[in-house]
């Protein structure tokens, strides 16, 4: 593994993975409850990234996402483009302005603003280090993407 580049603008913590493991399955739970009307596009991906690291039962939005892929969101958006025939920046301006005229165009809103919100992190999705055991060096860690 090549040297391991930490932004000394970022505070880091250490946590045992143990807790980690709780919180993601909290969290999973959160997914369950509120998604997808109170999901977070710039956590989501996390989420997903990381309990497929620690092998944990992913969140249920995967079988609708898959593995949370920049290529996968772009075709989500190519798709909602072609649907109404203008860019996804424009859709998502357009409703904002006049409220969705259908059940289903207010779906495809919502659809559009976390698809636009995940590409965003996905472009710059922070490393996570996990290590094992006593040894917590960074060095030493799995990154995960």
């Given at each position: 593994?090549?040297?391991?580049?930490?932004?000394?603008?970022?505070?880091?913590?250490?946590?045992?993975?143990?807790?980690?493991?709780?919180?993601?399955?909290?969290?999973?739970?959160?997914?369950?409850?509120?998604?997808?009307?109170?999901?977070?596009?710039?956590?989501?991906?996390?989420?997903v990234?990381?309990?497929?690291?620690?092998?944990?039962?992913?969140?249920?939005?995967?079988?609708?996402?898959?593995?949370?892929?920049?290529?996968?969101?772009?075709?989500?958006i190519?798709?909602?483009?072609?649907?109404?025939?203008?860019g996804?920046?424009?859709?998502?301006?357009n409703?904002?302005?006049?409220?969705?005229?259908?059940?289903?165009?207010?779906?495809?809103?919502?659809?559009?603003?976390?698809?636009?919100?995940?590409?965003?992190?996905?472009?710059?999705?922070k490393?996570?280090?996990?290590?094992?055991?006593?040894?917590?060096?960074?060095?030493?860690?799995?990154?995960?993407?």
């Open positions: 593994m090549g040297a391991v580049e930490l932004d000394p603008d970022e505070e880091y913590a250490i946590i045992p993975v143990s807790i980690l493991e709780r919180i993601l399955r909290y969290a999973t739970i959160v997914c369950q409850e509120h998604c997808p009307v109170g999901r977070d596009p710039s956590t989501c991906p996390y989420i990234n990381l309990t497929r690291k620690l092998g944990l039962p992913p969140p249920p939005c995967i079988n609708d996402y898959g593995d949370y892929r920049q290529d996968t969101f772009r075709v989500m190519k798709d909602l483009e072609h649907k109404y025939g203008v996804i920046n424009e859709f998502i301006n409703v904002r302005r006049r409220k969705p005229r259908s059940l289903e165009e207010q779906t495809d809103f919502m659809e559009a603003t976390f698809y636009v919100g995940v590409l965003k992190e996905l472009s710059d999705i490393k996570i280090f996990i290590a094992r055991g006593s040894d917590i060096s960074v060095k030493r860690a799995t990154v995960v993407k």
